[in-house]
């Protein structure tokens, strides 16, 4: 896939196909560390990734967190 660079204020600005930033999962507003090497530009996220909902549940561990999520007591009609 090919993309454009483009001037964007004094910096210049590439757009990252909505294919490619899922598969890298990116999102907006997500910090990124960019860097030169080898003639090419990298860009991959700065910390730690968050977890999307799919990989949360299949790290859940019910007898690690107590079985279920939430223990209250019944409220409105639930308690009838």
Excluded: C
């Excluded at 910390?47 to 107590?66: I, K, S, V, W, Y």
């Amino acid at each position: 896939m090919t993309a454009q660079v483009n001037k964007w204020g004094n910096s210049l600005a590439v757009r990252i196909p909505a294919t490619i930033a899922r598969t890298a999962k990116l999102s907006a507003g997500q910090v990124v560390e960019v860097a030169a090497q080898d003639a090419g530009v990298y860009i991959v996220p700065a910390g730690p990734r968050e977890m999307t909902l799919a990989e949360r549940l299949q790290a859940f561990d019910p007898q690690e967190h107590g079985g279920e999520a939430m223990k209250v007591r019944r409220v409105g009609r639930e308690a009838v």
